[in-house]
């Protein structure tokens, strides 16, 4: 499968690892070269240092034959916005966003957003070695709400997108 | 009229104050305290220093009943998720964004904004108008993007030399309007023959409206100047 990663800090630069090590073609984003540091001298990859939410970028890097496309940038907005030009402008199937934010994360997640929030996973992980109940929407990343036809007519509000867990390799 | 500003820069600024002049009233949300101080000088206490992207500032400026929404800030991403949130999280009724790259229109629209502002664009259509080129002006938007009101210069070579309106078949939804001969502007008669330096103003529905009033009013000169 292919996979683009945008936003090549400790997040994706590790997701990029773990998935090149696993067989996948990853193509990883970051605007900063300084960023591709954190990436192993053999990444089996492909860094490319750019603009991840401009759209010519994802064209050029094929974002719409990538089976996954995860946006991981420090910044909540550039991930909602990257995500949501990879689902509607290159109808990928499989979209992640890493939405810090929670009030922003629940409410791309009723979008179609799959989404994945920092701070509700790390409270609930705190939370839970407190001794308190588990936080039912905070088990990893939040599927979207609804199925999401790309095709759809300029109507569309929203966006949906179907989200299976990845494969292992074995 | 109950307006919210998201980003005081220029455009914010301007803006704001031209509506509060016209009698509305309005909130800025800027994220910047040292901009936000400098506005509330200017304009009064109408400045919320709070980032317009979290959902929770966008509730204490009233979201919920504010009729219009307009994000301005100078950056695209920040700008859709200020109309989503106000869109789908607070049902504002009208949602308007500036773009810088204009290629993220289509995207905007797309995804729900209700207008779009695109400074870029429109700084492109005017180079375009200055330089003689042969190719469709791009004048305005109309129905949401839908459809696109063009300008068109008839050049020598021109494929439409000598034709009439009735001659040339046009998709439905596009149509020919208005002529403009010399200091003359007139409205396109079925009799109407179109000669070298006429300029049309027609309205092109979608891309196929736009490629055919192309060929059948330019032909295939090279462009000089391109949108894109």
Redesign the interface.
Known sequence: MRAVIVGCGRVGAGLAERLARAGHEVTIIDLNSDAFSRLEPDFPGQAIRADGTDEDVLRRVGTDTADWFYALTEGDNRNAFAAQMAAESFGVDNVVAKINDPVRAEAYTDLGIATICRTRLLVDALARYSGLPADPGADGVRRADRPHDHHAPSTVTGLGNRVEPVQQES | MYIIVVGGGKVGYYLAKELLEAGHELVILEKNAGRARQIADELGSIVLNRDG????YLAEAGANRASIICAVTG????N??VC??A???FDVPRTIARVN?P??E??F????VDEIISPTRMALASIEQDIPVHELLHLAQLKGGEMELVEAQIAEGSPALGRKPTDINLPEGSSLFLLLRGNNVQPVRPDTVFQAGDKVLAVAKGETGEDVLRRELIGDNEPVVSAS
Not at chain 2, 109 to 112: F, M, Q, R, V
């Open positions: 992207c979290e959902g929770k950056d695209d991403d920040d859709l998720v989503q949130m869109k789908h999280h790259n290629r993220n289509d995207l629209h797309h995804l729900g």
